[in-house]
Structure formats: structure tokens, C-alpha cells
């Protein structure tokens, strides 16, 4: 029998007689391998590309045609599509179905279909007024209870909450019953009525392919391909059709230099995921050794070399690393393969189950290393163990390495220095990258640093003594469970604080050019008479809400021009569109009456808020249009304190807009109100017209990323986790010292402080040399996280609660954990 097979018959029956420590050890190894997996499986699974969604757009159909609106410019090519609208937003084409069909061709049969939204009370719900009978729609709808509908029936959706029988009633229409159930294919979490007689309400969205809109489903006697494509985008038709996705051109392979960037920080989330799972087994596969010393003494004593005594030990990395990884894998895939329709019916979309087989082998054989390294220092000190001093039941010296402090200073000192020259790079990858650097040096130094900190032993109690002085004389253990709790708590300080940092930053820079709580209502390019309606219907849907005019600036010709001016903001040089009002509307952005500022408007001088925008008495203009030459202009403008503090923008009297040689027409109108939750004045505005823009100013609304607060669950499990797999390793080596203390009389509390003084000990050296790490790296990630342009200054922002709660929080968590654990040893024989 050769060696290797030996010995991994070895460690097959060394695993299965210690039960719970494998089962620890491929918890370790394979929870990271499960979560990747599945998180890979989920979202391959979730994507569904065009091929796979073709039934549900297209049925049994060969192309899928949708009028675009009159004046629409539309032109698409296999990469994508492009339209322009003109005129005043008519509603929809007048292509017949005859005319469309005698573009694609004698033999072409069509049957129509309309997507919109049906309201039901108050409420609104897609809607699709199709013949689900047609043979053509086989396969968009699935039938999973009753029947398809016929004439003054309807489908619906699961997910609508609606059964059987139930009536369906729009307002003016007459009511439907519901006679099938039906599922998506691809959507469980769609609310959507069908039917061949819908009464579909007016979209308040502006046209786009693919959303809402009526259109056409053909049989075509041959494919359409991307060569009939311009003469149908040319009578206003956008096309989907079967045939067209396999004709798609590839884009050829090209090297970008954004790929360094994206391996760099690839290579550098490896080496972090099996830096963390190496040092949260490695103490884990140490318990093992510990009690194997014995059984490797006798086979070295038995002629085995430490060559032999290596491949023993590596061999129990190989199996549990490869079954944990085996596990792990198959287990990812079925979570992802299940939970991806669970996900869907909260909301998105599942197709077929796919398995991206690339990246999960290659996760799974990262596992199967990570395994076999976590092995590897274990596997050199069993090799290096002296056989006698085993065999006579003394413990073996711990022996330092002196020059590893040094090359953990010089590891140290180099990752700083990167950090400090990736501090200036726009991608905080390269930050990231510099962090492994300094995480693999304290890895280095940290036997070195449990060495150090263990002098202040002396000082301390004698539970506390005991704990420190076996971490000091069992290094390697300790030096493993530490290392792990400082990788884990410098990254999760350093997310916390680059995190912390770029939502400041958001907030501390967010502008508006409206105070909070004003609604606006734009008019684009329309008719006067179309105005004025717009204007009566704003007026009779918002009673006894006084309404201040904006205007609008337009050539001699009738061309629109916007009134732009720069202003850095953020660090970015952003251009702001001057308002044009009067004192209405200066009340309205100042939230008051302010005399100077009102005198100045009237005087013919703008009123600006964005105080860098004003030079020397002036604001810097630049007039521009779509279909126009640009104008540059310079008016006199004074700065004003507006209502809110982040607000900016400037205020245009008409007179000086007048003056540079343009006319101006009313076509906006402003308003200190709120509409309520589930308000229709945009889609009652849009009956009026579809050229009608509703915004109402909220405010900064972001909240700090909750899911901060998750990393902080993923520290938990894992230093805690990491703690006590140590804590349980010391409290196996200190079976003798705890026993001579419980025969002396020692209380059951002083042999429980014992076992929770080594976690005390390795959580809060670990937590402390971690915020030192965390810190650092956390403070050179604001930068690129928060700057971003020339002159703009980084944001630096610590979350106090999180931070403590992962420096302090966890060690204390770990400690109080180690504390309730059972201390009762077993009786042992003494010789007399």
C-alpha cells in the first residue's frame, strides 16, 4: 500500500472517530464555499436571457411589432435601439393591421394585443388585453386554474389575490368574471389581469418599447430578420422577433484596462477568503494534532520519516477540505436552484435552473486548497515534534522563528506604504489590495505580539494568569485563533468606515434647487391653448394651493432655450438650469419674504443660492437648445440665503431674459405642497397632455446602508465561532493545570474564568491589532469612496456604535460564551 493512500485511510478514520471536530472544520471550510455557490447558482438562475424569454414575449408568434408614437425617430440595430420624439406627444400611430401585415409579407397573420394597467377602486394592476385562445399566444400565460377567457372574461395572475368567480370592474366598464388562473413563466410575483376586452387606463409613462402599448403578435411565412428591420423601423414599427436574437453579431474580444483593476481585486478577494478560512481551521485542525501526538509519535517511532508524518496530516486537510467542498457545492446549487422562484415571488424573475460551472468549480477547488493550507502548518509541526518527549507525556517546546517578526515589520511596512500611494488611485480596489499586504505581515507578527502582550501575565489574577501564560506557551494555537479574529475585525471596521464615510459624504453634499417640499409641474414644447388647459386642470385638482408661475425662454424663431450655469458641486463641475419667475417664485425658494433680495429681482439682477457661482457681481450664462446655435450671456445677480441649507439654483427676473433677446411663455408652475401616498395628479395631468413633468421636492432621503449592520452578523458568527473553537483547544491542553487546581479545592467559577480568560484573550488581542489594521485601511478607502473630481476633499466618518460593537461587542460576546460553557473534568487516575 503506498504512503498517500495510507495515510488518507488515516485520516478517513481519524475524521470519523472525531466527529465534532470535522464536522467544525468543514462548517469553516465549506460555509463560505456553500454561500458563493449559491449565491452564483441564484443569480445565473434569476437572469433570463432573450432566448429563454421569447415564449413568454412572443408565444408561439414569429415577431412581436409595437407602433411607436407619431414623430417618433426610431432605429434599432442588434446592440440596442434608439428613438426621439417631436411634436406634442401624440398618442399612437395609424398604422392599420392590414398595412403592417402587407410589410411583412403575403401569407403574414396578426392578432392584436395592448399592455397597460386597469383600475380596480383605487387601485391599479397590469393588464393585458389579449385572446389567450389564439394559438399564437401559446406559452406567454400558463394555465393553472379554470379556463382561458372569452368575451367579457378574464385571467388573472396568483400573485393578484384574486379567484375564481370574482368579478372584475373598472370604472365605466362593464364587469368581468374571472374564469382562469394563470401563471408567468418566468414572473410569479406578477399582478396581472387578462382578457380580450379590457378597458386599459391611459399610461402616465412616456412611450418605450417593451413597456406599455398596444400592438400586434405575427405569423410570418419567414423569419424576420435584421435585414427587414429598417423599413419596419422606418413605418414606425419596433420589431422583436425570434429570429433576430441567434443573427445578433458578438462583440469581438478586446482587452480593457479596467480588467487589471477587476483581477487585481479578484486575486485579492481569494487571497482574503482562504487567509480567513486557513486561520479560522487552523486552530481547529490543531486540536487534532494535539490529540493525535501520540498515534504520530508511535508511527515515527515505528520507522515512519516526517515526510510520512506531513502526508498523514496534509491528508486530513484533503479529506475534509474535499468532502466539506463536495457537500458544500451540492448543497449551493440546490439552495440556489430553490430559493431562485422563492426570490422571484417576492419580486423579479426566474428562469430554467443554470449552473455557471466555471466559476463554481473554481470556487469549490479554492475551498479544496483552502482545506489542504489549513492543514499545512499543523502538518510541519507534526513532522517537527520530538518523538521521546511525546511519547513520555512531556508537552513540546514552542520554538520561535527569529527572523518572523522581522519579515512580518517588513510585510507591514511595505502594505503601508502601498496603502498610502493606493490612497491616491480613483479605485478603492487597489486600497483593498494593499490591506491583504498588511493583514499577511500581522499574521506574521502575531506570535510575535502574543509573546509580547503575555508579560503582563504577572500582573494579573490567577484565572487570568493561567489563561495567558497557556496562550503564550501554546503560540501557535493562539497565534491562529487571533489572526483569524484580527482579519475579520480589520475588514469589517474598514467597510464599517469607508461605508460611514461615503454616506456622509452623499449627505454632506446633497443640493436641491427646491426647497423641501415644493411640487413642480413642467410643460414642455406645446401650444398655448394646450397650456392653458394644463394650467385650469392643475388649478381645479390642487384647490386653495396658491400657484407661482415659471417661465420659459424661447428665440425669435420659437426655439426653447434652457439658462445654464456651472457650478462645482462635490468636486464635479455640474451645469444648473436658472429658474425664471418673480417674486411669487422667490418667496416660494426662500420659504419668506426677503426685501433685498425681492428688490434686487425686481431691479433686473438674478438671485442666486449657489454662492460660487456669482463673480464679481455677475452670473456666467451659457443659453442652449436642441436644434439651435448657443448664446453666452452675463446678467447681474446678487446671493440670497434660500429656504433649506443644501439648497441652490439662481432666479431669473423676465426682464433680463427678455433683454438678451428672448421671448418668454409660461409653462411651469410651483407649489409648497406635498401630494399625499397614492396620488394620481400625474396621471390626471397627463390626460391633459403627455408633455406634463410631475416632481415634488423630498429631500435627502438616503438612510445609512442597513446592511452595514450584516457584517456585523457575519463578524459574530465568525469570531465567536473562531473563539471558541480555540477556547475548546486550550481547554484540552489545560487538563492537567485544571486538575491540579480542581484537586487543590478551586472553585467551579475559577476553572470557568479560566477557559473564558483564553477567549478574553485571543478576542480582544485579535479585536485590538484588528482596529489598528481596520483603522488604517478604513481611513485610506474615504478617499476614493468620497472624492471625486480635482479639488474635492475626502469625507471621513466613523460609525462610533458599530465600531465598538464589533471591537468591544464581540470579544465580550465571545467571553460571556466561553463562560457558560461546561468546565467539569473527568475523574483521573493518579499514581501513588
Not at 511525546?390 to 522581522?406: C, E, F, K, Y
Not at 409653462?667 to 394620481?680: E, I
Not at 465567536?720 to 487543590?744: F, H, K, Q, W, Y
Request: no cysteine; aromatic share 4%; net charge positive.
Amino acid at each position: 500500500m503506498s504512503a498517500v493512500r495510507a495515510a488518507l485511510r488515516i485520516a478517513r478514520r481519524s475524521a470519523w472517530r472525531s466527529r465534532g471536530r470535522s464536522a467544525l472544520i468543514m462548517v469553516m471550510i465549506g460555509l463560505p464555499v456553500l454561500v458563493i455557490t449559491a449565491t452564483l447558482t441564484l443569480m445565473a438562475t434569476m437572469t433570463v436571457t432573450g432566448r429563454e424569454g421569447q415564449v413568454a414575449e412572443l408565444g408561439a408568434a414569429d415577431a412581436r411589432l409595437v407602433p411607436a408614437p407619431a414623430g417618433t425617430v426610431l432605429r434599432q440595430e442588434p446592440n440596442g435601439a434608439s428613438w426621439t420624439t417631436e411634436g406634442d406627444g401624440a398618442a399612437a400611430s395609424e398604422l392599420r393591421a392590414a398595412e403592417v401585415a402587407a410589410l411583412l409579407g403575403p401569407g403574414t397573420r396578426l392578432i392584436p394585443f395592448n399592455t397597460g394597467v386597469l383600475q380596480l377602486g383605487t387601485e391599479r394592476v397590469d393588464a393585458l388585453e389579449i385572446d389567450l385562445r389564439d394559438p399564437l399566444t401559446k406559452g406567454m400565460l400558463t394555465l393553472a386554474e379554470g379556463r382561458f377567457p372569452a368575451a367579457r372574461e378574464v385571467a388573472v395572475t396568483s400573485a393578484s389575490g384574486l379567484r375564481l368567480g370574482d368579478l372584475v370592474q373598472s370604472p365605466g366598464a362593464a364587469p368581468l368574471t374571472v374564469v382562469g388562473v394563470v401563471e408567468h413563466p418566468h414572473r410569479p410575483s406578477l399582478r396581472q389581469v387578462v382578457g380580450p376586452d379590457l378597458s386599459l387606463a391611459p399610461s402616465d409613462q412616456f412611450w418605450s418599447p417593451g413597456e406599455y402599448g398596444a400592438g400586434w403578435l405575427a405569423d410570418t411565412p419567414k423569419p424576420v430578420v435584421w435585414a427587414d428591420v429598417p423599413a419596419l423601423n422606418k413605418a414606425g414599427l419596433y420589431v422583436t422577433s425570434r429570429a433576430m436574437i441567434p443573427d445578433s453579431p458578438r462583440a469581438p474580444a478586446r482587452f480593457f484596462p479596467a480588467e487589471v483593476q477587476h483581477t487585481v481585486g479578484l486575486g485579492a478577494m481569494v487571497v482574503m477568503v482562504v487567509l480567513e478560512t486557513v486561520l479560522l481551521a487552523g486552530p481547529a485542525f490543531a486540536v487534532g494534532l494535539r490529540r493525535r501526538r501520540r498515534e504520530l509519535a508511535e508511527i515515527a517511532a515505528q520507522g515512519g520519516s516526517a515526510r510520512h508524518l506531513r502526508t498523514i496530516v496534509l491528508a486530513d486537510g484533503l479529506v475534509l477540505g474535499g468532502a466539506a467542498t463536495f457537500m458544500a457545492t451540492v448543497l449551493g446549487i440546490g439552495a440556489g436552484a430553490l430559493g431562485a422562484p422563492i426570490v422571484a415571488r417576492w419580486g423579479g424573475q426566474a428562469g430554467p435552473v443554470e449552473v455557471p460551472w466555471a466559476p463554481v468549480l473554481g470556487v469549490a477547488a479554492l475551498g479544496l486548497i483552502a482545506g489542504t493550507v489549513a492543514a499545512l502548518v499543523p502538518a510541519v509541526q507534526a513532522a517537527r515534534q520530538d518523538t521521546v518527549s511525546v511519547l513520555a507525556g512531556r508537552a513540546p517546546a514552542v520554538a520561535d522563528r527569529p527572523g518572523w517578526p522581522l519579515a512580518g515589520g517588513v510585510l507591514v511596512l511595505a502594505g503601508l506604504a502601498a496603502t498610502v500611494v493606493a490612497r491616491r488611485q480613483p479605485d478603492s480596489l487597489w486600497v483593498w489590495s494593499a490591506a491583504v499586504l498588511v493583514m499577511i505581515g500581522l499574521v506574521v507578527l502575531t506570535p510575535w505580539l502574543v509573546r509580547l502582550t503575555g508579560r503582563v501575565a504577572t500582573r494579573l489574577r490567577l484565572p487570568l494568569r493561567v489563561s495567558v501564560r497557556d496562550a503564550v506557551r501554546h503560540r501557535s494555537r493562539t497565534a491562529s485563533a487571533v489572526a483569524a479574529v484580527m482579519a475579520v475585525t480589520a475588514t469589517v471596521v474598514a467597510v464599517g468606515i469607508g461605508t460611514q464615510s461615503e454616506y456622509m459624504d452623499r449627505r454632506n453634499a446633497y443640493t436641491s434647487a427646491r426647497p423641501t417640499g415644493m411640487l413642480a409641474i413642467w410643460g414642455g414644447t406645446m401650444a398655448d391653448g394646450t397650456w392653458n388647459k394644463l394650467r385650469a386642470e392643475t388649478a381645479r385638482r390642487l384647490p386653495n394651493v396658491p400657484l407661482a408661475a415659471g417661465y420659459q425662454a424661447k428665440d425669435v424663431e420659437g426655439r426653447r432655450y434652457a439658462l445654464r450655469y456651472t457650478v462645482r458641486w462635490n468636486g464635479i463641475r455640474t451645469r444648473r438650469t436658472a429658474a425664471i419667475g418673480d417674486q411669487a417664485l422667490l418667496r416660494l425658494l426662500q420659504g419668506r419674504h426677503d426685501p433685498q433680495a425681492a428688490a434686487a429681482l425686481a431691479s433686473g439682477k438674478a438671485v442666486v443660492f449657489d454662492a460660487a457661482a456669482v463673480h464679481d457681481g455677475k452670473l456666467a450664462l451659457r443659453a442652449g437648445s436642441t436644434s439651435g446655435p448657443a448664446r453666452k450671456l452675463e446678467v447681474p445677480a446678487v446671493l440670497a440665503t434660500p429656504a433649506d441649507e443644501h439648497q441652490g439654483g439662481a432666479l431669473l427676473p423676465r426682464t433680463v431674459v427678455e433683454q438678451a433677446g428672448f421671448a418668454t411663455a409660461e409653462r411651469a408652475l410651483y407649489a409648497m405642497y406635498r401630494p399625499p401616498a397614492g396620488s394620481t395628479l400625474g396621471r390626471d395631468l397627463a390626460k391633459v397632455t403627455r408633455r406634463v413633468t410631475v416632481a415634488s421636492e423630498e429631500g435627502y432621503r438616503n438612510v445609512p446602508d442597513p446592511g452595514l449592520w450584516s457584517w456585523l452578523v457575519g463578524a459574530l458568527v465568525l469570531v465567536v465561532g473562531g473563539t471558541l473553537a480555540a477556547t475548546g483547544l486550550a481547554a484540552a491542553d489545560m487538563r492537567p493545570e485544571r486538575s491540579t487546581m480542581m484537586a487543590i479545592g478551586a472553585p467551579p467559577g475559577t476553572l470557568r474564568m479560566v477557559v473564558a480568560g483564553q477567549a478574553l484573550y485571543i478576542s480582544g488581542l485579535g479585536a485590538l491589532v484588528g482596529l489598528v489594521a481596520g483603522t488604517v485601511t478604513g481611513v485610506a478607502l474615504s478617499r476614493p469612496m468620497t472624492t471625486h473630481g480635482a479639488g474635492d476633499p475626502a469625507t471621513l466618518a466613523i460609525p462610533w456604535p458599530f465600531v465598538i460593537a464589533v471591537v468591544v461587542g464581540l470579544p465580550v460576546l465571545a467571553t460571556v460564551a466561553a463562560l457558560i460553557t461546561r468546565t467539569r473534568l473527568p475523574l483521573a487516575r493518579r499514581l501513588l
